[in-house]
């Protein structure tokens, strides 16, 4: 082969490379654009979003998954003559507190005056060891089978002081009530008989019983009776 015809063959071959090159990048440009398929959706980085923070006046939820308010806690008073559940805790080597079987009640200074009682309750020390009492003590009045009748002693104001019974010693209370009727309306006195008191000493739960028959206001919204504490 010729020169000439050598060049000429190179130029052809070249020029038929470079139309490949071109038609190969645009098919490569196009498959690019239309012919891949819908791109995944790119993942939210977005955390997820928090339960809304309680407003002013919402209640959280209760344990348990139940929402609303705590209930109140049953159980409150309910008008029996009881005394405190425990009793003050004495110093080392004082003496301790009066047990009811240490004493005995007694009631003096009985007095009627515009429609109302008034008498002392008399706590004396029956033992041969010194005790005290402190504060007030709890009383009823019952019927001939020991059930109450009518609304415990109300406390009266007083404070409540420790009183210290050697052997013999004593302590009083004063104890208040109406007359009978006295200014109620018979319908809300609904008065009622009763065969004595009955006596919780002060921070203890047995009682003493004190006879004493008498008449008086048993109706559920009569608290006429009082007492005060020991002194």
């Known amino acids: 082969m010729t020169t000439s015809s050598r060049s000429r063959s190179f130029a052809i071959l070249t020029l038929a490379a470079a139309t490949a090159c071109v038609l190969t990048a645009c098919g490569s440009s196009s498959n690019g654009s239309h012919g891949a398929g819908p791109a995944a959706p790119a993942p939210s980085s977005a955390a997820p979003s928090a339960a809304p ?18 209930a109140a806690p049953s159980g409150g008073p309910t008008g029996a003559a009881t005394a405190p559940a425990t009793a003050p805790t004495p110093a080392p080597g004082a003496p301790g507190a009066c047990a009811t079987g240490q ?35 709890g009383v009823s009045y019952v019927t001939d ?40 309306d018979p319908a809300q006195c609904q008065l009622a008989s009763a065969k004595g008191l009955r006596i919780y000493p002060p921070n203890q739960r ?26």
């Open 206 to 231: 047995d009682a003493l019983f004190l006879p004493w028959p008498t008449q008086h206001c048993a109706g559920p919204t009569i608290h006429a009776l009082t007492v005060a504490p020991v002194h």
């Open 145 to 184: 089978n020991g059930v109450q009748s009518g609304n415990a002693a109300d406390r009266a104001p007083g404070t409540a002081a420790t009183v210290t019974l050697k052997p013999g010693g004593t302590a009083s209370a004063q104890l208040h009530d109406a007359n009978g009727v006295s200014g109620y």
């Open 53 to 70: 923070a309680p407003g002013p006046g919402s209640v959280p939820p209760a344990p348990g998954g139940s929402s609303g308010t705590a």
């Open 103 to 137: 004493l005995s009640v007694k009631q003096q200074n009985a007095d009627v005056a515009a429609g109302s009682y008034y008498a002392e309750l008399v706590f004396t020390n029956t033992s041969a060891t010194t005790c005290t009492l402190t504060g007030y003590p």
